[in-house]
């Protein structure tokens, strides 16, 4: 289970102090920030706030493709049964990487065996997300998301795409990037990071508090009255891991689908 906690602040200080000051103004209402930010933006930045630095293109765009790919496998293994996915193959002409991967998906999901899920995620793992030969990770992953987009045309982002919104997010004054030899690195500039971390803190001081005011302190309540006094996709931005004590899923698809990454590839 996820447990809310303070971040360790002398660490966050020191990391925020490798960074230039912020090119933004910080608003009263931080709160705000991630309503006008666009859906892939916000997936991005969450991304960033829990790297915070040293971070690449190349991991950002891993990572998104990853809940891409995964979001969708997921809806259509809840609405198919494996039977049905490779009917459902034949009969649209599913590019045969991406039914293969779907079948696999839907295998893995509906296990009971714990054993039988390893050997699954084994094989997901191994088949689609790890070097083999000429083949590279990354080209296994391009592979499957072009097979993807060929069926199911901008579904998954892509790398141009991924790098696009990066580099607006630069132009918006929330991340920053400086270069060491010859590769780019990116971070979130400090003064950004520093009222995020701050207003987060505030939102999991007045968790605690509320799970104090429940009986028998139930994170469940204070969880729930959090997600009534606050948009979800709020939340979601500060990483404030509801989901852990509800069954309401998160709404950003990098935290919904962080446990199949964590699983099913080497990443």
């Known amino acids: 289970m996820v447990t809310l906690q303070y971040e360790n602040k002398e660490s966050e200080v020191n990391k925020a102090s490798l960074f230039s000051e912020s090119k933004i ?53 809840r609405k198919f049964s494996s039977e049905d996915i490779n009917k459902l193959s034949e009969n649209v002409k599913v590019p045969p990487i991406y039914g293969s991967f779907l079948k696999n998906f839907n295998e893995y999901i509906k296990a009971k065996d714990p054993q039988k899920k390893k050997e699954i ?41 991924i790098d696009r919104i990066i580099n607006i997010l630069e132009t918006k004054g929330y991340i920053q990037h400086t270069i060491i030899g010859k590769k780019k690195i990116w971070s979130v500039v400090p003064a950004f990071y520093q009222a995020w971390l701050a207003r987060r803190n505030q939102i999991i001081d007045e968790f605690e508090q509320k799970k104090k005011e429940t ?16 948009n979800q996709i709020i939340l979601d931005f500060y990483r404030i891991p509801y989901w852990a004590y509800t069954y309401v899923e998160p709404y950003s698809l990098i935290l919904k689908e ?10």
């Open 25 to 77: 103004e910080i608003h009263d209402n931080l709160d705000l920030t991630p309503l006008y930010l666009s859906d892939l933006e916000r997936e991005i930045m969450i991304i960033f706030l829990d790297e915070v630095s040293n971070v690449t293109s190349a991991l950002i765009e891993r990572k998104i493709q990853l809940a891409f790919i995964f979001s969708l496998a997921e809806s259509t293994a």
């Open 258 to 267: 962080y446990q199949y990454i964590k699983e099913l590839t080497p990443y």
């Open 215 to 230: 009986k028998n302190g139930s994170p469940a309540e204070a969880a729930f009255y959090l997600l009534n006094k606050y």
């Open 121 to 161: 995620a084994d094989k997901i793992t191994k088949e689609y997300f790890t070097g083999e030969g000429r083949l590279s990770a990354e080209k296994k992953r391009h592979i499957l998301v072009r097979a993807i987009n060929k069926l199911l045309p901008n579904t998954i982002p892509s790398y141009m795409k």
